[in-house]
């Protein structure tokens, strides 16, 4: 039998019509004043700086399916459209986001659109870009545009082109042919900017911002979850000028199948800004805004500059974090009011907003997680806004991370008997990862269950843990089989699924998978993770697996743990070294028997700092003890420490100590010691001799021994106490000391 393999990148399967109309000459135009005599104004929210996202609208769900690509704002319907890649249907939206009408253009594969004031011009990866009224969404001719050697997949118009006539600028992505060509609105050819980004999906013309024009031009990078930059060239130099965004960022964040759609530039869609819009391909498609630039005049408040802590700084502390800045130029007048933005990255929210300030703090951070804060500036009549800074907090020093890169599989079992030869550390990286992974391939195909066991992994017990790893499955056909990756403690007997898949009728991935679990309250030490294959192995290419990691953040670093008998006492010391999430202490004791609770010790909750604990547990009789602290966090995860022991010694020798506190007020206590078992009598006298109290009065055990006395039914005056014993052994012991009560 001979099985077709195919090797997948990114890529989209393109279809092309070509439809041609007589060529009409636009340069004079007999413009409807009914569409440009009318500006419809948007309700988009106004947010500041640029790359800020203004709007972010899930084209999925608006437009009921994927395959969206083009985008483009029309201001004289007050209107965006948006076109599917590979069939003639596009959508018209209202300007906050919701679905207009749905409609068919008169051609399929409309890649790319621009507008020039009255019509709207489509790439369809042709040598022919079609003209569309936008009132009657009619076909009314073509611009010839054959000298691209490509053809047009991404299209914009330049207003300023052909001295003031206007121009379209197009291109392809096919390679070597990646440069850019702009021609008159009649197809001559005018000029060809060369570019060797490859990939290149959509591009816009920016006259609004400072230093331009520009042209703006987004890539598909190296394919799906991979950066999608969006770059600036200068339009009159024909260079990259360096600066550029990842729309995965913030649009496509999160979303794994993101990649580079249609580009337009409008400044008629928010009120004194121009808009860098576009259409980001994927699962969702996202039709999105960002602010390019500030279209009126210079707002003359003064600028938030020199943040502190400074922009990308990293390893910040989890408290005590202060935002500093100040206000400086090019503007001269000092803010009326200040709002502060702070948050996780892509998710900054106001924290502040009041009189002019400089400085803000900030409360309990989180570990190793990247921040994002802005300052805006005001005054009555506008605002400006500081660049958005960022800067990433510590590492948990409590993280402990085990993590499989797959350089081979010197880590891992196969189990047979089918399978043994189908898993390999191959040289490739279409898990989502790097160079080397995982694979598990279908030659020799077998039916039934393969699988790969780790080795052990010391887990600690009781503990909540994350897990992650890129993960893509080649689909060939159905049924595909059941993938599993899950985690044991005995060997295999038993195991928890932490991720599975069944059947898939596609291709999965290339994705990363998250997740979590908790390991169970005993032998976690003895962990391995698993991965299983359960099916016909001919009905798949390859599975891929890559940085399979599995993480917990142990509550407590515990340094020292250390017991120290004193007669009848034995002391306990400890150290941590820092502490996460820690409730505190459970001290548990054991003579010989069961473990038990004898006290709780409040721990610091989150800190990373040293921090020394004691306890004293008193009064115990000669033996030997065992002891251990099981830490608790505030979610109910313990640890057992190590056990420590200590041996309490009875005395050798009979002894009677002066009791303290002495003078006292009303309670004292009196200590003394027994040699052996002995009967004991311990009583109270005054300055008479006449007995006041009786203490003690009966057989009592050998070692080091405490009474307490209350002496609040007494005057005022001296006292004695006496204490007689007489040893199992014969020995006699007779002792009195004064007391002195005052009151």
């Not at 503007?331 to 400089?358: C, L």
């Not at 502490?579 to 054991?590: A, I, K």
């Amino acid at each position: 039998m001979c099985k077709k393999l195919f090797t997948f990148s990114v890529f989209f399967v393109l279809f092309t019509v070509s439809i041609v109309f007589p060529q009409q000459a636009l340069q004079n135009r007999d413009i409807d004043p009914s569409i440009t005599g009318v500006k419809i104004e948007p309700t988009i929210p106004v947010t500041e700086a640029t790359w800020d996202v203004e709007f972010d609208y899930d084209a999925t769900v608006i437009t009921g399916a994927a395959g969206n690509a083009g985008a483009v704002y029309i201001p004289t319907l007050g209107k965006f459209w948006t076109s599917r890649w590979a069939t003639a249907v596009a959508h018209q939206w209202n300007s906050d986001g919701t679905l207009d009408v749905q409609f068919d253009l008169p051609f399929s594969g409309t890649r790319g659109m621009a507008f020039d004031g009255q019509f709207i011009y489509c790439s369809i990866n042709t040598s022919a870009v079609q003209i569309v009224d936008p009132v009657s969404r009619s076909l009314i001719g073509t611009v010839p545009v054959s000298a691209a050697p490509n053809g047009a997949r991404f299209i914009t118009y330049n207003p300023d082109g052909d001295g003031g006539l206007g121009s379209l600028i197009v291109g392809n992505w096919t390679s070597p042919n990646l440069s850019f060509y702009e021609f008159s609105m009649s197809g001559t050819l005018l000029r060809t900017i060369a570019s060797t980004v490859t990939g290149v999906y959509g591009i816009a013309y920016d006259n609004w911002s400072v230093g331009g024009p520009f042209l703006w031009v987004w890539s598909q990078g190296s394919g799906a979850g991979t950066p999608q930059y969006i770059m600036q060239m200068d339009y009159t130099a024909g260079t990259y000028t360096g600066v550029q965004h990842d729309v995965i960022s913030d649009v496509g964040l999160g979303n794994a199948q993101g990649i580079a759609g249609g580009l337009f530039v409008t400044d008629d869609l928010v009120p004194g800004k121009a808009i860098l819009g576009g259409l980001l391909q994927g699962t969702p498609d996202k039709l999105f805004g960002y602010e390019l630039a500030l279209t009126g005049p210079p707002c003359p408040v003064q600028t938030p500059e020199n943040p502190t802590p400074a922009n990308n700084a990293v390893d910040l502390p989890l408290s005590g974090v202060v935002l500093s800045w100040s206000n400086g130029g090019p503007g001269t007048v000092p803010p009326n009011q200040v709002e502060v933005f702070f948050g996780p990255t892509g998710n900054m929210v106001s924290v502040y907003s009041g009189a002019p300030v400089t400085q803000w703090s900030l409360g309990t951070l989180n570990y190793f997680t990247n921040y994002q804060w802005k300052v805006v500036n005001k005054i009555d009549t506008c605002n400006i806004t500081s660049s958005t800074w960022s800067f990433r907090t510590i590492q948990d020093p409590n993280l402990v991370e085990h993590c499989e890169p797959f350089a081979d599989l010197s880590n891992w079992t196969i189990v047979g008997p089918l399978g043994l030869t189908n898993w390999t550390a191959s040289a490739s990286a279409n898990a989502g990862g790097t160079a080397p992974e995982l694979r598990m391939g279908w030659s020799p195909s077998f039916t039934g269950v393969s699988l790969i066991r780790s080795n052990a992994i010391p887990l600690v017990n009781n503990t909540a843990s994350t897990f992650s790893f890129n993960f893509f499955l080649d689909y060939y056909a159905a049924p595909s089989g059941t993938v599993t990756v899950g985690i044991t403690y005995d060997g295999g007997t038993t195991e928890e699924v932490l991720y599975q898949v069944v059947d898939p009728t596609a291709n999965v991935g290339p994705t990363l998978i998250e997740g979590s679990f908790t390991t169970p309250a005993t032998g976690s030490e003895n962990a391995q993770l698993q991965i299983t294959y359960n099916g016909y192995t001919f009905n798949i290419d390859y599975i891929y697996w890559d940085n399979l990691c599995v993480k917990q953040v142990i509550p407590v670093e515990l340094t020292s743990f250390t017991a120290r008998s004193d007669n009848n006492s034995v002391t306990l010391n400890w150290t941590t070294a820092t502490e996460t999430n820690n409730h505190g202490f459970e001290v548990q004791r054991s003579s010989g028997e069961e473990f038990h609770t004898i006290t709780f010790v409040q721990g610091q909750g989150t800190a990373t700092e040293i921090h020394n604990y004691s306890y004293i547990d008193k009064d115990l009789k000669a033996g030997h003890y065992s002891y251990r602290l099981k830490q608790v966090d505030y979610n109910g995860n313990f640890e057992y420490s190590n056990v420590v022991e200590a041996e309490v010694i009875a005395p050798s020798v009979f002894a009677l100590e002066q009791n303290y506190p002495n003078p006292f007020n009303p309670s004292t206590t009196i200590n003394f010691s027994l040699a052996v078992d002995s009967k004991v009598s311990l009583k109270i006298f005054n300055v008479l001799g006449q007995e006041v109290a009786s203490l003690l009065n009966g057989q009592m055990s050998a070692g080091s021994q405490e009474v307490s006395f209350d002496a609040s039914s007494l005057n005022s005056g001296v006292y004695f106490y006496r204490l007689e014993a007489d040893g199992i052994d014969g020995q006699k012991f007779s002792s009195i000391k004064k007391m002195i009560l005052t009151k």
